[in-house]
Structure formats: structure tokens, C-alpha cells
């Protein structure tokens, strides 16, 4: 007696297993992308302190904080002392650091000497947090669409 066996497997259990695996996939990729903006947002909220720090030790070094811009990595690493980037170095940078003056409501801005406001702008776009800001004054902010997340 011969016992007639098929191996495999037919195309409707290889259907199944297919759209299995895309429903995984499609739950998975979006949280994964979104702990790897956390942990973006994380490393500009250390570099913001960093940096502000930094500035802390100009000030009491010279009697004022020092304003610079830093578009794409471009700023000169001899007139700003401080590391324009957050990270270990440039190449793997998520932002861009820089400085300026402090907003004051009806007035414009304060002075330098009294007040500096370091700004991480991401390099890859984030549109929920945007800039990452943080003032001498000790105000927190970003320019983002949910500023819920910015300073979780």
C-alpha cells in the first residue's frame, strides 16, 4: 500500500503567512520610526544643555554670551568655541546648534550680555517638535506642531 504524501505548502497558506507578516510590519515600522525620534529629540535636549553650559562659562569668562548661526554645519570652528552639532561628531549629527538673542515680548529682543537663547534645529525634518529652544532665563520651547513632545 502506497500512501500518496505532498510536500510544501499550497499558495493559500503561503497567502496568509504574506499578509500576516504585513500587518506586523505595518504596526511595527511606525513605532519604530517614532522611538527613533525620541531618541533624536533626546540627544538636541543634551546638546542644548551642553551648549548651554558652555555659554554659561563664556559669560563668566567675558561678561556676555556669544551669538552665532551654524546653517548646515557651516560655522567656523575658530570664532565659536563651543560644538555646533549634537553627538559625537558631525557626519552623525540629528542638529544643528546655534545661538542668539533672547525674545522680549513688546520690545524685540534683550541683549546679548543679558540673555542668550540656544536653538537645535533638526537636520532631518521633525515636525512634531521642530527647533528645540532653550533661553539663559531657563525657558523651554520648540516651533514644532505638538510641543507636548519637545522636553518630554
Known amino acids: 500500500m502506497k500512501i500518496n504524501s505532498t510536500r510544501g505548502f499550497s499558495l493559500i497558506e503561503l497567502m496568509i503567512v504574506v499578509a500576516i507578516i504585513g500587518i506586523l510590519a505595518s504596526i511595527a515600522y511606525p513605532a519604530y520610526t517614532n ?18 553650559q558652555q555659554q554659561e562659562r563664556y559669560l563668566t569668562q567675558r561678561n556676555t554670551y556669544l551669538a552665532f548661526t551654524n546653517t548646515s554645519g557651516t560655522t ?5 568655541p563651543f560644538k555646533v552639532y549634537s553627538g559625537d561628531n558631525p557626519a552623525n549629527a540629528a542638529y544643528w546648534l546655534s545661538a542668539d538673542t533672547c525674545p522680549d515680548g513688546a520690545s524685540g529682543t534683550l541683549p ?8 537645535a534645529t533638526p537636520i532631518k525634518t521633525d515636525p512634531e517638535a521642530g527647533s528645540l529652544r532653550m533661553t539663559s532665563t531657563g525657558t523651554k520651547d520648540c516651533t514644532g506642531t505638538k510641543t507636548t513632545v519637545c522636553w518630554k
Open 35 to 52: 522611538s527613533i525620534l525620541k531618541g533624536k529629540r533626546a540627544e538636541g535636549r543634551t546638546a542644548l544643555a551642553e551648549l548651554m
Open 76 to 80: 567656523d570652528p575658530v570664532s565659536v
Open 112 to 119: 546679548i550680555a543679558d540673555c542668550v537663547r540656544v536653538v
